[in-house]
């Protein structure tokens, strides 16, 4: 598995901070600035560290719920460390 950037899982992070509690964000790579790749990646590492609330996953398409309190510190740690 590729290693994500910390620019990639702050992009992801922060669209997923917006969300209400029941919402799902659908990734789309386009809309995040992100190749395909490297959105996949990141969206995988970021859910095995369960940085979000929920997720689904099908024929390599994420969708992904609001921050869990993982997320959030990840967040905060990827952007002013």
């Known amino acids: 598995m590729l290693n994500p950037s910390k620019s990639d899982c702050i992009k992801i992070l922060s669209a997923a901070s917006e969300l209400t509690d029941d919402s799902m964000l659908p990734l789309d790579h386009g809309r995040l600035g992100l190749s395909r790749n490297t959105m996949l990646a990141a969206a995988a590492f970021l859910i095995e560290r369960a940085c979000f609330r929920a997720h689904q996953q ?24």
């Not at 099908?58 to 460390?81: E, F, I, M, T, W």
């Open 58 to 81: 099908g024929d390599g398409h994420y969708a992904v719920g609001a921050l869990s309190l993982q997320g959030r510190l990840r967040l905060d740690q990827l952007s002013n460390g």
